[in-house]
Each structure stands twice: as structure tokens, then as C-alpha cells.
């Protein structure tokens, strides 16, 4: 099978999780903002964008002032309101100027190093600005750009978007409408759904989601609430159910990128103690591979006296590798019952068949991801967490969080993965 090349930027977790599904496809992965042979002009440029952006998520956990600062940042990737349907094809502040950077010669490297290696071959990238990069350099091959929020501003079109020969893998239908706002033919959009690791799915029978939302359904609906009165969907998408669940009640709280959030994880440890200690529940820490995150975490533990439950009802996932965390967390992922995170790109793993309790948004685009799940009802809100041994539990008592898994598994796009290499290689 021909390869591809697959472009991201380590700006984050998100761009990098949305390649990882296809590395397995693809000729390299190259990190835009870090390959071997970027010029230091280059990688100063990348430099600020990926320190700014991290500091002011940090920074917005600051009262009043924090919020202040963030809101300026986020006026510039800020996502317009979609009604009334206008034509949005303008380009924005941010837009033009990495234009003008493109003619100062950023990204040419990065264009001309996969020119000389394979200059035919597919250019699949996470991000949008090395998608301009390719095209605005002459890139013979393909050009294809991976979206991974569920919706998107103006700043993912280019700047002539009815001349560019990009095209878009959009995991919602929202964003598909949004691109023709933005002036892209609907020639060069394909809704595919967003790229889920095969490792959680299996093969396009999904025999490895469905046994395991098998075991989180017990889990996740103990008084058999929902189950009762979906016996017979149950038993139709995914057979008949275990007689008891082969993990118990698991919870992974995924700290960003920037690692901003981590000390709501440590509330919850606080106020699920008591489970902790009696085992009733387990508590995933996805530190990533921020030395600082893990430290964190092993302090509050250690604060709380549960070190003798690391790694009984406890566990941290810290990689130094990110390619090495991606693989622990998604093994991590098929014993889990609850994602709880911001609504990052992780809300496309709602259609894994896992509820997803929801932080508040840092930025723009999470605030369009987290109305696109709670619309869906993949996924809800977090309530005080000073009532969390209350509502929670309630919330399972009552079957409300196995209803999310099932409409998650059921209406959410699975198959990106799969459909994504389809298009690429036409078959």
C-alpha cells in the first residue's frame, strides 16, 4: 500500500491524538514545529506560538485578571456565530499574517525536506498552517487536513478558499456547512467523523468497543435502570451481556497539554476518598508526558495518605514518549467507565461508547466542542464537586451515564480512521 506523508505539531495533546490513529499508514510522522533539519527561524517562530498559547491557559486559572487576558488571546481564533448563513470567505488577522510569513519563507524547509525525499505521495496533516505551508511551497502531492474540534474558525480555511487545492477530513456535519461558509468547495470536504484509535475499535466490525461497552454498561447502570428498559437495542448492537463486569468502576481524568485543570482532579480524589480506600472505585490520573503533572498528582496523594492504593485504586499515566502515552491511554481507555476532561478533542470519544464528564472550556474552539456534546448527549457537565460523592452516584443509580454511552456508540461517527485511509488511497 502507498504511504503518506503525516504532518502535526506538538503544540498540545490534540493535533498529535488525531494523527495517532494513522501512524500505522503513513511513510513518517513529522512535527511541523520540530523535525530534524527545521532552521532556528523556523523553530522560534513555532517557539512562541506553542509557549504563548500554553502560558495564557495556565495563567486564565488566575481570578478575574486570568479570565481577562484569555478572553484578548481568544479573540483572535475566536469561532463567529453560525447564524444567520453568510458568506465568512474574509480573511481574519491571524490568517493573513501567516501569510505574510509564508513569503518571509516560513515552512519552506519543512515543504521543500518532503519535496526531495517524495514529492508525490499524500500530505495528511492535523493542523491547518502546514496545509498552507504545502500548498502556498507547490507541493505536487495531495493535500489533505484533518479537523479535530466541532467547529472550527476562519483561520483553518487559506486564504483564497475557492482556489485551494486542500482537502478536509470534518468529524462533525457542522463543520462541513462551516468550511462552504468559508469559501471551500464541497468537492474538497468529506464528513468522516473524527479518527478514533483502532486499537479501541478493532476491525469496522468493532468486535473490540462492543465487548468492551459490554462490561462498562454493568458498570455504569448497576440497578439495571437503563439496561431494563433497553434490553432488547442492547442485545440487537451488541449481544448478550457478561454476568458481571471485568473491572470496577473507573473514572480517567485527562489533564491537557499546557496542564491546566489538574487540581480538579485532585477535588475529585478528595472527594472520592472514602471509594478509594474501600475500593469501590478507581481513579486514572492521564498526566501525559508533563514530569510537572505527575509530581502533582503524587503530592496530592501523598497529602491525602492513599499511597498504598497507587496502583491498586489509583494510577497515574505518565509517559516521557508521547507516542508511548497515546498507547497507554488508549489501553487504559478499554477498562474505563467515565472520561472526565475538557472539551478538548477527547469529546469524539464519546462514540467509543465512554460518557464524558465535562470541565469548563479554555478558549473558543472548546466551547463549540462542549455545545456540540451536550446537544448530542454523549456527555454532561460537572456539577460542585464538593457534592461529587452525591450526584455522581446518583447519575449511575439512574442509569443516566450508560444512556450516554449507548448514544454515544450508537449516533457518534466511529469509523474515521478507516474512512480517512479510504479517501486517501481511494479504495
Same mark, same amino acid.
Given at each position: 500500500?502507498? +504511504?503518506?506523508?503525516?504532518? *502535526?505539531?506538538?503544540?498540545?495533546?490534540?493535533?498529535?491524538?488525531?494523527?495517532? &490513529?494513522?501512524?500505522?499508514?503513513?511513510?513518517?510522522?513529522?512535527?511541523?514545529?520540530?523535525?530534524?533539519?527545521?532552521?532556528? *527561524?523556523?523553530?522560534?517562530?513555532?517557539?512562541?506560538?506553542?509557549?504563548?498559547?500554553?502560558?495564557? %491557559?495556565?495563567?486564565?486559572?488566575?481570578?478575574?485578571?486570568?479570565?481577562?487576558?484569555?478572553?484578548?488571546?481568544?479573540?483572535?481564533?475566536?469561532?463567529?456565530?453560525?447564524?444567520?448563513?453568510?458568506? $465568512?470567505?474574509?480573511?481574519?488577522?491571524?490568517?493573513?499574517?501567516?501569510?505574510? !510569513? =509564508? +513569503?518571509?519563507?516560513?515552512?519552506?524547509?519543512?515543504?521543500?525536506?518532503?519535496?526531495?525525499?517524495?514529492?508525490?505521495? &499524500? $500530505?495528511?496533516?492535523?493542523? =491547518?498552517?502546514?496545509?498552507?505551508?504545502?500548498?502556498?511551497?507547490?507541493?505536487?502531492? #495531495?493535500?489533505?487536513?484533518?479537523?479535530?474540534?466541532?467547529?472550527?474558525?476562519?483561520?483553518?480555511?487559506?486564504?483564497?478558499?475557492?482556489?485551494?487545492?486542500?482537502?478536509?477530513?470534518?468529524?462533525?456535519?457542522?463543520?462541513?456547512?462551516?468550511?462552504? $461558509?468559508?469559501?471551500?468547495?464541497?468537492?474538497?470536504? /468529506?464528513?468522516?467523523?473524527?479518527?478514533? &484509535? !483502532?486499537?479501541?475499535?478493532? %476491525? #469496522?466490525?468493532?468486535?473490540?468497543?462492543?465487548?468492551?461497552?459490554?462490561?462498562?454498561?454493568?458498570?455504569?447502570?448497576?440497578? =439495571?435502570?437503563?439496561?431494563?428498559?433497553?434490553?432488547?437495542?442492547?442485545?440487537?448492537?451488541?449481544?448478550?451481556?457478561?454476568?458481571?463486569?471485568?473491572?470496577?468502576? *473507573?473514572? $480517567?481524568?485527562?489533564?491537557?497539554?499546557?496542564?491546566?485543570?489538574?487540581?480538579? @482532579?485532585? +477535588?475529585?480524589?478528595?472527594?472520592? #476518598?472514602?471509594?478509594?480506600?474501600?475500593?469501590?472505585?478507581?481513579?486514572?490520573?492521564?498526566?501525559?508526558?508533563?514530569?510537572?503533572?505527575?509530581?502533582? /498528582?503524587?503530592?496530592?496523594?501523598?497529602?491525602?495518605?492513599?499511597?498504598?492504593?497507587?496502583?491498586?485504586?489509583?494510577?497515574?499515566?505518565?509517559?516521557?514518549?508521547?507516542?508511548?502515552?497515546?498507547?497507554?491511554?488508549?489501553?487504559?481507555?478499554?477498562?474505563?467507565?467515565?472520561?472526565?476532561?475538557?472539551?478538548?478533542?477527547?469529546?469524539?470519544? %464519546?462514540?467509543?461508547?465512554? &460518557?464524558?464528564?465535562? *470541565?469548563?472550556?479554555? @478558549?473558543?474552539?472548546?466551547?463549540?466542542?462542549?455545545?456540540?456534546?451536550?446537544? %448530542?448527549? /454523549?456527555?454532561?457537565?460537572?456539577?460542585?464537586?464538593?457534592?461529587?460523592?452525591?450526584?455522581?452516584?446518583?447519575?449511575?443509580?439512574?442509569?443516566? !451515564?450508560? #444512556?450516554?454511552?449507548?448514544?454515544?456508540? !450508537?449516533?457518534?461517527?466511529?469509523?474515521?480512521?478507516?474512512?480517512?485511509?479510504?479517501?486517501?488511497?481511494?479504495?
Amino acid at each position: 500500500m502507498e +504511504k503518506f506523508w503525516l504532518v *502535526t505539531v506538538n503544540m498540545g495533546y490534540g493535533h498529535q491524538r488525531t494523527a495517532f &490513529p494513522l501512524r500505522n499508514f503513513a511513510r513518517e510522522i513529522l512535527n511541523a514545529n520540530d523535525y530534524s533539519g527545521i532552521s532556528e *527561524t523556523d523553530k522560534k517562530i513555532w517557539e512562541r506560538t506553542r509557549r504563548g498559547y500554553e502560558f495564557i %491557559s495556565r495563567f486564565k486559572a488566575f481570578p478575574v485578571i486570568g479570565d481577562f487576558f484569555f478572553y484578548i488571546f481568544d479573540l483572535f481564533q475566536k469561532i463567529p456565530s453560525f447564524y444567520p448563513k453568510r458568506d $465568512l470567505s474574509k480573511p481574519n488577522f491571524v490568517l493573513e499574517r501567516s501569510y505574510d !510569513l =509564508f +513569503k518571509k519563507g516560513w515552512g519552506k524547509g519543512l515543504i521543500d525536506k518532503l519535496k526531495k525525499e517524495d514529492p508525490k505521495i &499524500p $500530505l495528511v496533516t492535523t493542523f =491547518f498552517i502546514p496545509a498552507f505551508m504545502a500548498e502556498h511551497f507547490g507541493y505536487e502531492g #495531495e493535500i489533505f487536513c484533518i479537523v479535530c474540534d466541532a467547529d472550527i474558525a476562519r483561520s483553518w480555511a487559506p486564504l483564497k478558499p475557492k482556489e485551494t487545492k486542500i482537502k478536509y477530513f470534518a468529524p462533525t456535519e457542522r463543520v462541513v456547512e462551516r468550511l462552504q $461558509l468559508y469559501g471551500v468547495k464541497k468537492e474538497n470536504i /468529506f464528513f468522516t467523523g473524527y479518527p478514533l &484509535p !483502532l486499537e479501541n475499535i478493532g %476491525s #469496522e466490525k468493532m468486535e473490540i468497543l462492543k465487548e468492551d461497552l459490554k462490561f462498562r454498561l454493568l458498570n455504569l447502570d448497576p440497578k =439495571f435502570r437503563y439496561l431494563k428498559n433497553y434490553q432488547t437495542l442492547i442485545k440487537e448492537t451488541l449481544g448478550d451481556l457478561p454476568e458481571r463486569s471485568d473491572h470496577p468502576l *473507573t473514572i $480517567l481524568f485527562s489533564v491537557g497539554g499546557a496542564g491546566a485543570q489538574k487540581e480538579i @482532579g485532585a +477535588k475529585i480524589m478528595k472527594n472520592l #476518598e472514602r471509594e478509594i480506600r474501600e475500593e469501590k472505585i478507581r481513579i486514572i490520573f492521564s498526566a501525559g508526558i508533563k514530569k510537572e503533572v505527575q509530581n502533582y /498528582f503524587l503530592d496530592q496523594i501523598k497529602k491525602l495518605r492513599l499511597n498504598e492504593f497507587l496502583g491498586k485504586s489509583i494510577k497515574i499515566i505518565f509517559e516521557e514518549n508521547i507516542e508511548d502515552y497515546f498507547e497507554n491511554f488508549n489501553l487504559s481507555l478499554r477498562k474505563t467507565d467515565i472520561l472526565w476532561t475538557k472539551p478538548s478533542e477527547l469529546v469524539f470519544y %464519546s462514540a467509543l461508547g465512554i &460518557p464524558i464528564i465535562l *470541565t469548563p472550556p479554555i @478558549g473558543s474552539q472548546e466551547e463549540f466542542n462542549l455545545r456540540w456534546i451536550l446537544k %448530542s448527549g /454523549f456527555g454532561i457537565f460537572q456539577e460542585d464537586l464538593n457534592y461529587l460523592n452525591q450526584w455522581l452516584f446518583d447519575w449511575i443509580e439512574k442509569g443516566y !451515564l450508560a #444512556e450516554m454511552a449507548m448514544e454515544g456508540f !450508537l449516533e457518534g461517527e466511529k469509523l474515521g480512521t478507516f474512512k480517512i485511509k479510504e479517501i486517501i488511497f481511494g479504495t
